[in-house]
């Protein structure tokens, strides 16, 4: 088992910045593909952005890519999200997940282990 939490979510204007983090406990971490999703009202949960055990590959939904980067720091058994120039449509609940796989990964079946969530609100 891995626990994932998630913490960093809050209120912040069009164009400003916030940076979510997942840490996980259990089972070893390092080995583990890591992922972010989100949820608006209304919406499926939608892929985000996720990052492979070693680091060396990336996956952005077309979304986000150029404003958000996924960064782990193993050590610390933590994942990170850097959202820059954030715009009222990434108003959503952001999940982190973790699968058993070292891969990276965009479908949600692919992933394992969820947080809980943090909601991220972009006024306009």
């Known amino acids: 088992q891995v626990q994932l939490v998630e913490s960093g979510g809050g209120l912040v204007q069009a164009g400003g910045s916030l940076r979510l983090s997942c840490a996980a406990s259990?089972?070893?971490?390092?080995?583990?593909?890591m992922g972010w999703f989100r949820q608006a009202p209304g919406k499926e949960r939608e892929f985000v952005a996720a990052?492979?055990?070693?680091?060396?590959?990336?996956l952005y939904a077309d979304s986000v890519k150029g404003r958000f980067t996924i960064s782990r720091d193993n050590a610390k058994n933590t994942v990170y999200l850097q959202m820059n120039s954030l715009k009222p449509e990434d108003t959503a609940v952001y999940y982190c997940?973790?699968?058993?796989?070292?891969?990276?990964?965009?479908?949600?079946?692919?992933?394992?282990?969820w947080g809980q969530g943090t909601q991220v609100t972009v006024s306009s």
């Open positions: 997940a973790a699968r058993r796989g070292v891969q990276t990964g965009s479908l949600r079946y692919e992933y394992d282990y």
């Open positions: 990052r492979s055990w070693s680091g060396d590959s990336t």
């Open positions: 259990g089972r070893t971490f390092s080995r583990n593909g």
